[in-house]
C-alpha cells in the first residue's frame, strides 16, 4: 500500500518570505510517480508537477523548486519570494505503474494550508 | 481545448433522493477517476475506468454508490438513495496512459 505525509497541517509566512512544504512517501514499488498539485481557495485542482522514480534531478520553474530524494524518500516542494496569490493548499500525491496492468491510483497527502500574508 | 466538465457545479438535495453527478473527460484521454473530497477523510479515489471499462472500485463506499462509463466522452456518478453523510465535493479527472490526472472543477454535494 501507498501513503504519502504532510505533516504541516497550515503554515502561515509574510509575503516574500521563503516556505518549504513538506513530503514523505512510503511505497515498496520501484517505479511510481509523485505529484503536487495546488488547490487555491477556489476549490479547483492544478496540476504543478510529475516526477518519476528515475529521475531525481531537483526542478526549478518559476518560484517554485522541487527536491526529490529517495534516500529519505522525500518530494519537498519550496516557494521562493512567497505572493499572497501562492495561498492554498498544497497536495503531494503518489501513484505507482504496474508493468502491463497499469494501476495509476492516486494517493494523496492530507494536504498543507499556506496562507501568505501581505 | 476544454478541460474536464462536471456538471452540476452545486447541488443541494434531501436524504433519500437520486443524486447524479457528470463528467466529461478531456477528448483523447484514456482514464477517467471519481474522487471524493471532505474535511475528514481528504481527497480519496472512489473508482477509475481505462477505456470505458471499471477497473478498481474499491474505493466506492457502499452499494448506494454507482458508477457508469458508456462511452469514452462521458461518465456518471450516482448516489441512491442520498445520506447527509454523502456531502462532499466530488472530482472527476482524466489522463492519459495513466499518470498525470487532469481535474474537473468539482461537484460540491450537499444533502439534508
Known amino acids: 500500500a501507498q501513503k504519502v505525509t504532510q505533516a504541516q497541517t497550515e503554515i502561515s509566512v509574510v509575503e516574500k518570505e521563503d516556505v518549504t512544504l513538506d513530503c514523505v512517501y512510503e511505497?515498496?514499488?520501484?517505479?511510481?510517480?509523485l505529484f503536487w498539485y495546488k488547490q487555491p481557495p477556489s476549490g479547483e485542482l492544478v496540476f504543478l508537477i510529475r516526477?518519476?522514480?528515475?529521475?531525481?534531478q531537483n526542478e526549478i520553474s518559476g518560484r517554485y523548486s522541487w527536491n526529490f530524494q529517495k534516500s529519505t524518500s522525500s518530494f519537498n516542494f519550496t516557494i521562493t519570494a512567497s505572493q499572497v496569490v501562492d495561498s492554498a493548499v498544497y497536495f503531494c500525491a503518489l501513484t505507482v505503474s504496474y508493468s502491463g496492468a497499469g494501476s495509476y491510483q492516486l494517493t494523496f497527502g492530507k494536504g498543507t494550508k499556506l496562507s501568505v500574508i501581505p | 481545448d476544454a478541460g474536464v466538465i462536471q456538471s452540476p457545479r452545486h447541488e443541494v438535495t434531501e436524504m433519500g433522493q437520486e443524486v447524479t453527478l457528470r463528467c466529461k473527460p478531456i477528448?483523447?484521454?484514456?482514464?477517467l477517476f471519481w474522487y471524493r473530497q471532505t474535511m475528514m477523510r481528504g481527497l480519496e479515489l472512489l473508482i477509475y475506468?481505462?477505456?470505458?471499462?471499471?477497473?478498481?472500485d474499491s474505493g466506492m463506499p457502499e452499494d448506494r454508490f454507482s458508477a457508469k462509463m458508456p462511452n469514452a466522452s462521458f461518465s456518471t456518478l450516482k448516489i441512491q438513495p442520498s445520506e447527509p453523510r454523502d456531502s462532499a465535493v466530488y472530482f472527476c479527472a482524466s489522463s492519459f496512459e495513466g499518470t498525470k490526472q487532469y481535474f474537473g472543477p468539482g461537484t460540491r454535494l450537499t444533502v439534508t
Open positions: 511505497t515498496r514499488d520501484t517505479t511510481y510517480y
Open positions: 516526477r518519476n522514480s528515475f529521475d531525481e
Open positions: 477528448s483523447g484521454h484514456d482514464y
Open positions: 475506468f481505462n477505456n470505458n471499462v471499471p477497473i478498481d
